[in-house]
């Protein structure tokens, strides 16, 4: 009993050790930030209308919100512009104040953000499809460049996705930019039930981004609660899709970030936030040679809910800025 104690011991003092010196992080202080960041931004950027009590926004607010975006590099902006009713229409078509954003920052990407609760939709059937396409393409005569897609939950070759995105790319012209927003990649791609219902596989990542200008991984609400663990795997998802976006020149790859802590189920803020992301995503940019390193930036969740710390956090743990 006594040497079963003994060897016990020596392993759980082994496997702390071994914890206490693992890092999953980066190796070095090297930065690959190139300006290229994202961000998903509330109704209000849509509409010039606020949601709490419907105040306009102002020339100085939209021109605060526009240098805000500059000054941290951030040329994506994904603004929330749904739900997605039962029916494929939403509430509101883009209107003069999203066109005066536009043209006031014009190096700027703004994408209207629509999306909803999938058991809502009729995914699978083509009426419905062509319905959300039709105002889709309503949206793209009001003068959007383009489309972000945020419809959950998608499970791996949910009946009705792949459809509608390469419908959606057949209906649109090529200038017209398509980008959604995609749930995280297993460890493995055998079709096991849990992998299935909660991770997508690199095959069908593969074909999203065949039909698809952008991917971005929403990298948060995954239950993690050591800041360790999260970080390796914001590096293993990000290694695995630099690997499938490499074969598809110009597709466009983003990592969702978080900066928000109001979703106790599934998002741990001690746990998951920019900094231990920012980390993991270094890490899977470490070591890669220039022509691997096809990862744009990453994308914060979302801007309503980014303090000035967190901002900090942004500029110093992704972008290298002290």
Not at 30 to 58: E, L, M, P
Not at 125 to 144: D, E, H, N, Y
Not at 190 to 207: C, I, N, Q, S
């Amino acid at each position: 009993m006594r040497v079963f104690c003994c060897s016990l011991a020596v392993i759980l003092c082994t496997a702390g050790s071994a914890w206490i010196l693992w890092n999953p992080g980066p190796e070095s202080t090297a930065h690959f930030d190139r300006c290229k960041n994202g961000i998903w931004a509330g109704h209000q950027w849509y509409t010039g209308r606020k949601v709490s009590g419907g105040d306009t926004v102002t020339d100085a607010e939209r021109d605060r919100f526009i240098a805000e975006l500059r000054d941290h590099g951030i040329t994506t902006v994904f603004v929330h512009a749904g739900p997605i009713r039962p029916d494929g229409s939403i509430a509101d078509m883009p209107g003069i104040f999203f066109n005066d954003l536009q043209k006031f920052a014009p190096d700027i990407l703004f994408l209207p953000w629509i999306g909803g609760d999938l058991r809502k939709y009729a995914l699978a059937k083509p009426q419905w499809r062509s319905s959300l396409i039709a105002t889709i393409w309503r949206m793209k005569q009001c003068g959007v460049r383009g489309v972000h897609l945020d419809i959950e939950p998608v499970k791996s070759f949910e009946p009705g996705y792949l459809e509608l995105l390469r419908e959606l790319r057949l209906t649109s012209e090529d200038r017209f930019y398509i980008s959604h927003a995609t749930r995280r990649i297993g460890l493995t791609d055998l079709p096991l039930p849990p992998v299935k219902k909660f991770f997508w596989t690199g095959a069908f990542y593969r074909e999203c981004m065949r039909h698809t200008d952008q991917t971005v991984l929403m990298g948060y609400d995954t239950c993690i609660r050591s800041r360790k663990l999260y970080t390796a795997s914001i590096r293993m998802q990000t290694r695995r899709l630099l690997g499938y976006t490499g074969k598809f020149p110009g597709h466009s790859l983003m990592i969702g970030i978080p900066s928000y802590d109001d979703n106790p189920g599934l998002h741990d803020p001690d746990a998951e936030n920019i900094r231990s992301a920012a980390l993991g995503v270094r890490a899977a940019l470490e070591g890669l040679s220039p022509q691997h390193r096809v990862l744009d930036g990453v994308a914060v969740y979302a801007h309503w809910t980014t303090d000035p710390l967190e901002w900090h956090w942004f500029d110093v743990y992704w972008r290298g800025q002290m």
